[in-house]
């Protein structure tokens, strides 16, 4: 069983990091092989709407996330976590979600056929959980639309200093369990 977990943060081993590897730690325990990438780090552009998607599977690009391809059709499970940034995801992460046409058809069908699950998550400086939910629904009514079992959202929140996510033990927690359901 194979889990990649993307974390669309610029800020190396901050929050977005850490919440992404607790949810792949929890999935690891249950007995998957747990992948952590970072689109800030990997050799990996925007879509151009070549449209080469529409006709073949995976990507013309030719970059690193392109030779993800083949794996990712046929993942049981992936992981993506966003810090909020002005309200909606980071950039890295809209730059990820945007290279996931190809699991559309043309008719706007799901290519994935395992139904992957979907573990969604966020951290945000703003201290109320309530805030972003509306988005954090929205984003996952996208990620349904193309044919992912998601589950419901986990956000981490306050969390302005790098490691700030650490004082917040039972979400860590929660993140591994998240994990762990991906798997079971
Ligand atoms: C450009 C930018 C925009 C941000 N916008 C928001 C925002 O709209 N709402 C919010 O609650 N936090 C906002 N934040 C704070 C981050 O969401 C928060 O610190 C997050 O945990 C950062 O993730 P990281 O630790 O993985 O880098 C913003 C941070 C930056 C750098």
């Known amino acids: 069983m194979v889990v990649f977990g993307f974390s669309g943060s610029p800020r190396q081993n901050a929050n977005t990091d850490r919440l992404v590897r607790a949810v792949l730690a929890g999935a690891a325990t249950a007995g998957a092989d747990a992948r952590f990438l970072r689109p800030q780090d990997m050799d990996m552009r925007p879509c151009r709407a070549c449209m080469w998607c529409r006709e073949n599977r995976g990507c013309a690009i030719g970059d690193e996330f392109s030779l993800l391809w083949p794996e990712l059709y046929e993942a049981d499970a992936l992981v993506i976590g966003s810090p909020v940034y002005m309200w909606q995801m980071s950039a890295q ?12 058809n043309p008719d706007f069908s799901s290519r994935l056929a395992k139904k992957p699950k979907l573990a969604l998550c966020f951290t945000q400086g703003h201290p109320d959980g309530d ?7 929205h984003t996952a009514q996208m990620l349904r639309f193309l044919g992912f079992e998601v589950l419901p959202p986990l956000a981490a929140v306050g969390t302005r200093a790098p490691d700030a996510i650490e004082a917040q033990p039972e979400l860590l927690e929660k993140a591994r369990r998240l994990g762990r359901s991906l798997v079971e």
């Open 93 to 104: 992460t809209k730059m990820l979600v945007d290279r996931l046409y190809p699991v559309l």
């Open 131 to 137: 805030f972003f939910k509306p988005y954090f629904e």
